[in-house]
């Protein structure tokens, strides 16, 4: 059962928000060979009707033996290559088992928590990501988010590369709020000891990607 409270709980201002501001893309899944510059882009690995590996980063694609492989990487490494400029070894994968994500303005947030059979997916490819509200979501800690601008931002953008590192909570000022780091805080966490830098907010402002 989830902690989350209800909506009859919510501050007005977070049922306006729920139902009036807009939500942020979602991902969609595509085949590595059909994108030109891979490197660095989030990725998928696996096989139609096996299943699927997430959280991974790939690197341009190479050609041995004529065949085309994409380097593959857990997306922990590919942070601490990038943060401390090492080399790491990455597995070569076929690409024809690997989908990139990408950001797709025809995913679009699905309402309140759907019933088992409107969550089934084709297992031909992976399954597109659409944005939830965090209040839809029972437990958040470490998932991705996307933050979008402030009301009285015009012209802020979409903010991606964050995980929440809390569940919600009642901040000082009374708002619903979850704390968030980047996505390189949250992995140098894992392999320095590190705490990150956090940053509060109120979870109207924030998606679960």
Known sequence: ?????HDD?????DLIAGSTERAPAGIELVPAAAV???R??????GLP??????????????????RTYVPVLPEQEWYRAESEQTEVFAPLVPIERVWVERISATVEATGGRSEL??????LDAPPARPPRPVHDVGIVTGLRVVRLPGPDNKVGRDE???RVVTEPYNSAEGDICVRICTELDWYRWAWSGQAPKTLELPIHLIWIE
Request: aromatic letters at 4%; charged letters at 35%; proline letters at 4%.
């Open 49 to 66: 009707g096996l299943g699927w590996r997430g959280d991974l980063r790939v690197d341009d694609a190479v050609i041995q033996a004529s």
């Open 40 to 45: 660095g882009r989030r990725a998928m690995v």
């Open 1 to 5: 059962m989830s902690d989350l409270p």
């Open 160 to 162: 991606r590369d964050l």
């Open 36 to 38: 030109r510059d891979l």
């Open 117 to 122: 059979v409107g969550r089934l997916v084709s």
């Open 9 to 13: 709980d919510l501050p007005d201002w």
